[in-house]
DNA sequence: ATGAAAGCGCTAACAT
DNA sequence: ATGTTAGCGCTTTCAT
């Protein structure tokens, strides 16, 4: 492989003066910055990002850190975020966690090899051994979707968009309305309060007896919850899903059962995800501004690395309620 | 941060023998051994990578080359391939390209930097620079649903896949069937051959002037496709659409226009992705049996790595027809 | 079995 | 403006 020395010598100077034109330093004679550059050019010589590294101390890299089951919402988010990060010179490491302790550990491990220049978090993480090191080596983190303590974060006030679905659903004349969320990951509990909160507003009590918890937040999954809620008998109007990928779930099982959507019942999702507005029906929802999320993150990061800024701490963007057609006042009682 | 010297101090030794122990060599005292060990665990002691690549002369990651716009089946197949390259203990790097010469050739020279272990190839690279470099480098590169030359690939037989997804149309009695495929990508050429091939076999001359190329292969394309088909008339009883995104957006389509899937026309979709089983109606399409091809895609590289069994040249993975309910018999004339 | 020393490719401090 | 030198953290001869 060329090196930096290799083109020392075929111009006739010195490694440190072929580092500064690489560089874009000042103090160089013009006439040898094109000679460099020419033979740069030609050699298609690229300096070693390992030595780099090495001498100064940094990867040029940030890590982002995304559950081992992630949902097409984030999968759409990390590649708008990667595309940003790019855009900044940054690569890009991958972290796939688990939800459990040990993943976490070699999570951690792993970090301590990489000497990341920064951590984007979309899933949270539990250990305080994360955090505390973080601290130590002083690699700055954002982290997307959620929030946590005073660190940055760009998200949605998860809450209160889930308050505003339900209300929509509310405003239609629904009052019996079902929930569906996730238990891992808070945003999951965040929405089931907004859904509370919103369904208390109405008048309606123990709402909290009409969610069911299912494991992830897939089709999969949105159908299971569906069919909880079916068991339990017939006596909701409307489902209030936690993520489109159940909503998608949960439509699924009322065409099975022959339940219309929206006719006899009415499912409003969260994330607006890319497949939602083609599905039949397409999925009333609330959308996360995926692109901004995407954009102010990497930007955020980029900040705190560079220096720049550090004081953005937490980010809420607006969230939006998309009414499509999964959505419709409920049936009169006959 | 803690280095290999701050060990050996604290145990007593020299920097060789904690790299010994580290890299699990022999000849080195068992006690010593231990000691050793105890220290690193106690310290948290991760070795440094970019030193360790820099003597090495290799970076223990693996780059992942993928289209500026992946749909959904390489969003779930490289996250599959990510997992089993993380089980042989490779980082992987991601290579977002467009498909254009420009952004080849920022591709080759960020690639020059990296001393990459290997490369998966999940779009097709035209320019010959690119294996030529590899080449000289001698970098391993293996490539993932398609194939190039003699060059190590893991994929289905795409133009078979695609006649016995329209096979199934024309043994369900379908003759006039329409195809909606892209430009990009020879996946898109090669089922759109299968196609043809199926159609003929069948008796239906001019089956390349019922196919309609798009420009991606998403939902979004996917309508404008339908929405051409339809433009030129009603004379179609079943559409094949190349992948399973340009499907939901032909369905939508149909959906909006009044025309009942699969009464009145059937479709059929490729690749199976998560979301087809789901859909209403759910799809029929041929399935690529995406875990296999990310397990073989990750294998078949590390084996090249190691250089174990580099004869794997051209690896065809069966494909699989699912039917479900987008398609049925043609509606008897009235 | 173990340590000393050299060197991977680069940058930065220092000298000129 | 430019070259010399040292050193980043590690592995690997080469001695012993």
């Given at each position: 492989?060329i090196?930096?020395?290799?083109?020392?010598?075929?111009?006739?100077?010195?490694?440190?003066t072929?580092?500064r034109?690489?560089?874009?330093?000042?103090?160089v004679?013009?006439?040898?910055?094109e000679?460099?550059?020419?033979?740069?050019?030609?050699t298609?010589y690229?300096?070693?990002?390992?030595?780099?590294?090495?001498?100064?101390?940094?990867?040029?890299?940030v890590?982002i850190?995304?559950p081992d089951?992630?949902?097409?919402f984030?999968?759409?988010?990390?590649?708008?975020?990667e595309?940003?990060l790019?855009?900044f010179?940054?690569?890009?490491?991958f972290f796939?966690?688990?939800?459990?302790?040990?993943?976490?550990?070699?999570?951690?491990?792993?970090?301590?090899?990489?000497?990341?220049?920064?951590?984007?978090?979309?899933?949270e993480?539990?250990?305080?051994?994360?955090?505390?090191?973080?601290?130590?080596?002083?690699?700055?983190v954002?982290?997307?979707?959620f929030?946590r303590?005073?660190?940055a974060?760009?998200?949605?006030?998860?809450?209160?968009?889930?308050y505003?679905?339900?209300?929509?659903?509310?405003?239609?004349?629904?009052?019996?309305?079902?929930?569906?969320t996730?238990?891992?990951f808070s945003f999951?509990?965040?929405?089931?309060?907004?859904?509370?909160?919103?369904?208390?507003?109405a008048?309606?009590?123990?709402?909290?007896?009409?969610?069911?918890?299912?494991?992830?937040?897939?089709?999969?999954?949105?159908?299971y919850?569906?069919?909880?809620?079916l068991?339990?008998?017939?006596?909701?109007?409307?489902?209030?899903a936690?993520t489109?990928?159940?909503?998608?779930?949960a439509?699924?099982?009322?065409k099975?059962?022959?339940?219309?959507v929206?006719e006899?019942?009415?499912?409003?999702?969260?994330?607006?995800?890319?497949i939602?507005?083609?599905?039949?029906?397409r999925l009333t929802?609330?959308?996360?501004p995926?692109d901004?999320i995407g954009?102010q993150?990497?930007?955020?990061?980029?900040?705190?690395?560079?220096?720049?800024?550090?004081?953005?701490?937490?980010?809420i963007?607006?969230?939006?309620?998309?009414?499509r057609?999964?959505t419709?006042p409920?049936?009169k009682?006959?």
């Amino acid at each position: 492989m060329i090196s930096i020395k290799d083109i020392a010598n075929q111009v006739g100077t010195s490694p440190s003066t072929v580092s500064r034109v690489v560089n874009g330093k000042k103090y160089v004679n013009a006439g040898k910055r094109e000679q460099i550059l020419k033979v740069i050019a030609e050699t298609g010589y690229v300096p070693d990002k390992a030595a780099r590294s090495m001498v100064l101390r940094r990867s040029f890299t940030v890590g982002i850190v995304l559950p081992d089951t992630f949902n097409m919402f984030q999968r759409q988010l990390f590649s708008i975020i990667e595309r940003h990060l790019d855009s900044f010179g940054y690569h890009t490491m991958f972290f796939f966690v688990k939800f459990d302790g040990s993943s976490e550990e070699e999570f951690l491990s792993r970090l301590k090899s990489e000497k990341l220049d920064g951590i984007i978090l979309l899933q949270e993480i539990q250990g305080a051994n994360f955090y505390d090191y973080v601290a130590k080596v002083n690699i700055p983190v954002v982290m997307a979707t959620f929030n946590r303590d005073n660190l940055a974060s760009i998200h949605v006030n998860e809450e209160q968009a889930a308050y505003d679905g339900v209300t929509h659903l509310i405003n239609l004349g629904h009052r019996k309305i079902n929930m569906i969320t996730g238990s891992g990951f808070s945003f999951g509990l965040q929405r089931a309060k907004g859904f509370i909160r919103a369904m208390e507003a109405a008048g309606m009590e123990q709402a909290a007896d009409r969610i069911t918890f299912v494991q992830y937040y897939t089709a999969e999954f949105g159908m299971y919850g569906m069919r909880e809620h079916l068991l339990r008998g017939r006596d909701f109007t409307a489902v209030f899903a936690a993520t489109d990928e159940l909503a998608v779930g949960a439509m699924r099982v009322l065409k099975d059962e022959g339940i219309p959507v929206p006719e006899d019942v009415s499912v409003v999702g969260f994330d607006d995800i890319d497949i939602s507005s083609y599905i039949i029906p397409r999925l009333t929802t609330i959308r996360q501004p995926l692109d901004k999320i995407g954009e102010q993150t990497a930007l955020t990061l980029h900040k705190c690395i560079t220096g720049a800024g550090v004081n953005a701490a937490d980010m809420i963007l607006p969230h939006k309620l998309i009414i499509r057609e999964s959505t419709a006042p409920p049936k009169k009682a006959p």
